[in-house]
């Protein structure tokens, strides 16, 4: 057969096929015209050495396979010498992942610390730099409008629901004791080694999450004095990704993970899809006495929110009840 046609039954190039020949893995007959004449054993000769060599073996080290083909085996690898290069070509991949994995780790570290270099973990002195960075939001960001999805939350009792928080344990939101409790759900939080979803920018009430975080974190001792009794955080985030926010930012309040989106299950807490993920939409909860006592929905801007809640804690003290 003609070269065009060996390569097309191997599913290569001509090209590859000369190449092949040059190392001498294949040797054609040549014809009285002085044209080479490919065989059905080329074209599997071809055919075995492409597939070693998509494994990871190079085209030189395909030879003991070729040559127990030669041997007239059924297979390439029926040989002790077959065998060999298998194991030959594991160490050699073996050897390659190790150094990849140790470079890996090297280039990870570098991005951490670069990316956390000007950060409040990072170093000393960095906090007006690091606030600024993480309260400044871009000035044309979309804002949320109010759909209603919030609009059956105030008055329900909060149901039964154990979440993980960053401190290790549990928080049972239907049993948060006396006083008022703020639950501010968010999407999700970013990193500085990480990047946030493509287009995230440009959602209404996606934006912010830092920001907000850090709002609480500033106002958290107001919102105590103002009756607050318990402040989280709480999105889809696991736990572990939650407790590097917690640590970066230095929050004084636990993150809460609702991987299972409990709270939309059995509250119906709206939700939203971004970059093919559900995650919750930005809606902050009054709870008290085992109930939804106010919502704030749609929240924004973000960077401020926590004034706001603070704002309403001290325009609606909450009053013990009276003894009868």
């Given amino acids: 057969m003609r070269i065009s046609e060996i390569a097309r039954r191997a599913g290569v190039t001509t090209k590859t096929v000369r190449y092949y020949e040059s190392l001498g893995l294949i040797a054609p007959a040549r014809l009285a015209n002085g044209y080479r004449d490919y065989s059905e ?6 055919r075995e050495a492409r597939e070693l060599n998509r494994l990871g073996i190079p085209v030189e080290r395909t030879r003991p396979f070729l040559a127990c083909l030669a041997d007239g085996r059924d297979h390439a690898d029926d040989c002790p010498s077959s065998l060999a290069g298998y194991r030959e ?15 890996r780790s090297v280039l990870a570290q570098h991005l951490h610390e670069a990316a956390h270099r000007n950060s409040r973990a990072g170093r000393a002195g960095a906090e007006e730099d690091t606030v600024s960075h993480l309260t400044d939001l871009p000035a044309d960001l ?21 979440l993980p928080d960053t401190t290790g344990g549990t928080v049972a939101l239907g049993a948060l004791g006396e006083g008022r409790s703020i639950v501010y759900c968010y999407p999700l939080t970013g990193r500085p080694d990480t990047d946030l979803p493509e287009g995230w920018n440009t959602i209404p009430g996606a934006r912010g999450c830092t920001s907000e975080a850090c709002g609480f974190r500033d106002h958290h001792d107001d919102l105590h004095a103002a009756g607050a009794a318990h402040v989280f955080g ?9 407790q590097e926010v917690v640590d970066r930012l230095r929050l004084p309040f636990p993150m809460l993970s609702d991987p299972g989106f409990q709270l939309a299950a059995t509250l119906g807490v709206p939700t939203f899809e971004a970059a093919g993920a559900t995650l919750y939409r930005r809606i902050t909860l009054v709870i008290r006495d085992g109930g939804i006592e106010h919502v704030f929905y749609p929240v924004f801007p973000p960077n401020t929110h926590a004034q706001q809640v603070l704002e309403w804690l001290r325009d609606n003290p909450a009053h013990p009840p009276r003894a009868s």
């Fill in 142 to 162: 979309p804002v949320p409008e109010d759909d209603g999805a919030a609009a059956h939350l105030p008055g329900r009792p909060v149901p039964d629901v154990e």
């Fill in 234 to 242: 709480l999105s889809s985030q696991d736990t572990t990704y939650q």
């Fill in 41 to 46: 054993h080329d074209a599997r000769m071809v």
């Fill in 89 to 103: 070509a594991i160490d050699d991949l073996t050897l390659r992942i190790e150094e990849l994995t140790a470079r």
